[in-house]
């Protein structure tokens, strides 16, 4: 079968770091892309990678691993306006098609 | 400006009814699409349509009809409402759908709720 697997919740406090993790089986793959989602809100564009390595853009960085079958996101400085939902989303070929995984709700704490 | 609207942002309607959600871009995009989103939050592609012309058609219910009339708006016609379709759903849309970034634009979403 195909999965994408994330943890459903992560804690953390102000100004530390944080790993969101994102393992998947899927049959062909194109690219992870990772989106943020408020509570109430829209999913926006965080980052993508489609070849391995990390890919970095202000406080957030993206990594993959095709070898591993794994990605993560990595938010660094956490502010209170981090806390939200973080969804991988996996892409199996080079059309527009995005599967969702279940998402990692984040709390970040003072 | 808003970058991807639809309308109505809620809307309550009792099982059997039909409904429509409308969805605009302005961002030049040539691809579009309608996501479902349920009570845990797991986000779902339902349809895309690249230039009016549909490229994704995801194992929907058939009383799920998407109308794409310009590249530019992207409508979802819902027939004989069921409890099952309540849910929050949202438009997107991308530059093209095979870019390989394929950054996606999301609307606001509609809170569909079916009694």
């Known amino acids: 079968g195909q999965s994408l697997e994330q943890p459903s919740e992560v804690t953390a406090v102000e100004g530390a770091i944080v790993q969101i993790n994102c393992t998947y089986q899927?049959?062909?793959?194109?690219?992870l892309s990772w989106y943020q989602q408020h509570d109430g809100g829209a999913p926006t564009f965080l980052s993508y990678n489609g070849l391995d390595g990390l890919e970095e853009t202000g406080r957030f960085s993206s990594f993959l691993s095709r070898s591993d079958s794994y990605g993560y996101l990595l938010l660094q400085e956490l502010q209170m306006k981090d806390s939200a939902s973080y969804f991988c989303?996996?892409?199996?070929?080079?059309?527009?098609?995005?599967?969702f995984g279940q998402g990692t709700e984040l709390s970040v704490k003072p | 400006d808003t970058a991807v609207s639809q309308t109505p942002k809620y809307l309550v309607t009792q099982m059997g009814n039909d409904k429509s959600i409308k969805c605009e871009q302005n961002?030049?995009?040539?691809?579009m699409y309608w996501y479902k989103q349920d009570s845990k939050k797991f986000l779902k592609i339902m349809f895309s349509?690249?230039?009016?012309?549909?490229?994704i058609n995801e194992t929907v219910p058939n009383r799920f009809s998407p109308k794409s009339p310009d590249k530019a708006h992207l409508n979802l016609h819902i027939n004989s409402l069921e409890l099952g379709d309540s849910a929050v759903y949202f438009c997107?849309?991308?530059?093209?759908?095979?870019?390989?970034?394929?950054?996606?634009?999301f609307g606001p979403g509609t809170r569909l709720t079916v009694t």
């Open positions: 349509y690249n230039n009016k012309e549909l490229i």
């Open positions: 961002l030049g995009h040539d691809t």
């Open positions: 899927t049959s062909g793959f194109y690219g």
């Open positions: 989303a996996w892409k199996p070929n080079q059309g527009g098609k995005l599967i």
């Open positions: 997107a849309s991308s530059q093209d759908a095979w870019r390989e970034n394929n950054e996606q634009y």
